[in-house]
């Protein structure tokens, strides 16, 4: 499974970016996609995921203020993020899993295929 983001980079409070995660061909349409995020000293949580039939879930702390989507012409997983909180500083992984019960569901749980990461920096 290759899952490589890119997208990070720093920003001031309030600003915004878009994260992508680039998906092999035979992962994309079967797979449950999402982004995780990790910040120093913290455990890795849940942002946003999508399962196969495109239902999306979101953390409570970036709603309304983030979108995950796909293009599935280019298999490419997004996130754009807007109205940054320097709380949002992480680093920012892509994750995929062959089957998932929900969205809700797989934002929660443990993914086993992982991207590398990209960092995102907020300046407040």
């Known amino acids: 499974v290759y899952l490589m983001e890119s997208g990070g980079g720093s920003v001031q409070a309030g600003g915004g970016l878009r994260l992508s995660c680039e998906v092999s061909?035979?992962?994309?349409?079967?797979?449950?996609l999402a982004w995780f995020r990790q910040a120093p000293g913290k455990e890795r949580e849940g942002v946003a995921a999508?399962?196969?039939?495109?239902?999306?879930d979101l953390a409570d702390s970036v709603q309304g203020r983030f979108t995950i989507s796909k293009d599935n012409a280019k298999n490419i997983l997004y996130l754009q993020m807007n109205s940054l909180k320097p709380e949002d500083t992480a680093m920012y992984y892509c994750a995929a899993e062959v089957a998932c019960p929900s969205a809700y569901v797989f934002r929660l749980g443990r993914p086993t295929n992982w991207g590398q990461g990209t960092q995102v920096n907020v300046s407040s």
């Open positions: 999508i399962d196969n039939d495109g239902t999306t």
């Open positions: 061909g035979d992962v994309y349409s079967r797979y449950c």
